[in-house]
């Protein structure tokens, strides 16, 4: 997926200026811990956007509530829907941020760069 024309390959956190590497790397390791950092943000985000990898899954009842108590709203869809969904939304300037995982393997390189 992209986000602000540049390809990532690996699960990220992404905030209105940058991008993070998340620890995360399949669905059921997302969990309340895993998304603390927006407890260390300000303005608290009004919208998480989860990228929940190739498929639209949904969040734990624990990971909702753990938004929820923050007043926070999630959108849960596959990874290159979340990172459409958080470009339009941080060119609005909104305060969201998303977390996303990797949709797929790295694509083969052919030189050696």
Request: a negative charge; glycine letters at 2%.
């Amino acid at each position: 997926f992209s986000v602000d024309q540049v390809e990532y390959f690996d699960s990220i956190i992404c905030l209105s200026k940058f991008v993070l590497s998340w620890t995360p790397k399949t669905f059921e390791e997302i969990t309340p811990e895993s998304l603390a950092i927006v407890d260390l943000l300000t303005p608290t985000p009004e919208i998480l956007v989860l990228g929940t990898g190739n498929t639209t899954k949904f969040p734990s009842k624990e990971v909702k509530e753990f938004l929820k108590s923050r007043n926070i709203k999630i959108e849960s869809v596959d990874s290159r829907h979340a990172a459409i969904a958080f470009n339009f939304m941080n060119v609005e300037c909104r305060d969201v941020v998303a977390a996303m995982l990797p949709c797929g393997k790295e694509p083969e390189r052919t030189h050696p760069f």
